[in-house]
């Protein structure tokens, strides 16, 4: 699977992410020739443990985070960062997680993406049905390698020259979000387990910044 | 969803049983192990009580695992006079850190055991599995290498058809139909019905070994 590396727009001291600063990156793309080509999603989920008698407490994972992509529709994918897991799954877990009552979606953060070249994807993280934007989102993906110690320098090169470029008209920078894969066990081999530790963490970030 | 029927067979008889069902359909016949693991939600954890199975299937080089949550049988008046159970079943395959995941989660293993047998797939209408199992529990905690049969010299076969609110009448229809032609070697009801061996089966068995013995000499 090719390697991705996930970003988000880091504003300047005193500025806000706005759906402007969507639009200029937009522009800085398709000056370096990139190609509106289509339409993705990805849905992040916060869900938190269901407790019958709430004065009880309940041995469990405090919070259950999980994730669905658009390009992957018979996926679903877990992550429980305590116990630093992946977990991977057909969609129809989710049927069986609603089934089983046992965790509460609390939140989601959906990540939708208007533009793709075959390396770049751009936009914006919203928190579902009440249009709150939560920041603005960069996939990089470099189709022909999978491994993540072979594409590493060539990607942060790829994300020097794409800040180069939007540094002309914009403040602020590309921030890469790097997971540390290994404390999941996962390997060098890119895998949609790896994407979603990424959008996962990125998530978290989001949810963790304060909003005006 | 799905319907099923169970019943039991000796397992002298189960070659004869091989023989009837490649003689019925020329069905794919394959091995079967699984290490089944049900998990029962903790103490105080979500709306109710719940339980999951995971299933990890040692058959393949790669052992596979799935998640399956079966729901109760379909209630009413009309269920009562159904031959076959009819419930909801969901299953997802899952990556192998499947059991890590729900401890986790806050589910505690009940117990497991070791399935080991054959499985038949046919199509009658709709698709029909056949499993003739030995089920075997672990003395150890997943020491499946030592599993030991619960019953020895009786084995659990199971009919099983994918089923729909639209459709589930005919799916019953459709095992209840293939469960008749089994008759002479085993009893096949709803589970939770006790049946008992079938009296003449030795004598059906021998017949059709017989039978099948010549077809291959």
């Not at chain 2, 019925?24 to 089944?36: A, F, M, T, V, Y």
Request: charged fraction near 15%; aromatic fraction near 8%; charge should be negative.
């Amino acid at each position: 699977m090719p390697v991705k590396w996930l970003c988000y727009w880091q504003p300047s001291g005193g500025t806000t992410v706005s759906s402007q600063v969507l639009v200029d990156l937009i522009k800085s793309i398709e000056s370096m020739n990139g190609v509106r080509s289509g339409r993705w999603q990805v849905t992040a989920s916060q869900h938190r443990p269901i407790r019958r008698d709430q004065a009880v407490q309940v041995e469990c994972a405090r919070e259950l985070l999980g994730v669905a992509f658009s390009e992957a529709p018979n996926k679903y994918y877990f992550v429980l960062r305590p116990d630093h897991m992946v977990v991977e799954a057909d969609s129809t877990i989710q049927s069986i997680m609603e089934n089983l009552q046992v965790y509460r979606n609390h939140l989601t953060v959906v990540f939708e993406y208007q533009l793709g070249d075959f390396h770049v994807k751009a936009g914006r993280a919203v928190i579902a049905h009440s249009e709150n934007l939560r920041g603005i989102v960069l996939e990089v993906e470099y189709l022909p390698v999978s491994s993540l110690g072979k594409t590493h320098q060539l990607m942060q090169e790829f994300v020097d020259i794409w800040q180069e470029v939007a540094a002309q008209s914009m403040t602020g920078r590309i921030v890469h979000l790097e997971p540390n894969f290994g404390d999941y066990s996962l390997s060098d081999q890119y895998s949609w387990q790896h994407t979603a530790l990424q959008y996962i963490s990125l998530m978290v970030h989001f949810l963790s910044q304060r909003t005006n | 969803m799905e319907c099923v029927v169970q019943g039991i067979i000796e397992t002298q008889h189960v070659e004869a049983l091989q023989v009837l069902l490649q003689g019925l359909c020329g069905g794919r016949q394959e091995k079967l192990k699984i290490h089944e693991i049900c998990l029962k939600s903790g103490t105080n954890l979500g709306v109710e009580a719940s339980e999951v199975h995971l299933l990890c299937s040692l058959s393949q080089t790669d052992p596979v695992w799935t998640v399956r949550h079966v729901g109760g049988p379909m209630r009413g008046a009309g269920a009562e006079q159904l031959p076959a159970h009819v419930r909801s079943v969901l299953e997802s395959s899952i990556s192998s850190n499947a059991l890590r995941f729900f401890y986790a989660l806050g589910y505690k293993m009940d117990y497991e055991l070791v399935r080991i047998g054959y499985v038949f797939q046919f199509q009658r209408v709709v698709p029909i599995t056949v499993t003739a199992t030995m089920l075997c529990k672990v003395p150890k905690l997943h020491a499946i290498d030592e599993a030991i049969p619960v019953t020895p010299g009786i084995q659990l076969v199971e009919l099983t058809a994918p089923a729909s609110t639209e459709n589930y009448s005919e799916a019953v229809g459709a095992i209840s139909s293939f469960a008749e032609h089994l008759a002479p070697l085993i009893h096949l009801s709803k589970p939770g019905v006790p049946t008992g061996v079938v009296p003449t089966a030795s004598t059906a068995a021998a017949s059709l070994v017989s039978r099948g013995a010549m077809k291959v000499s």
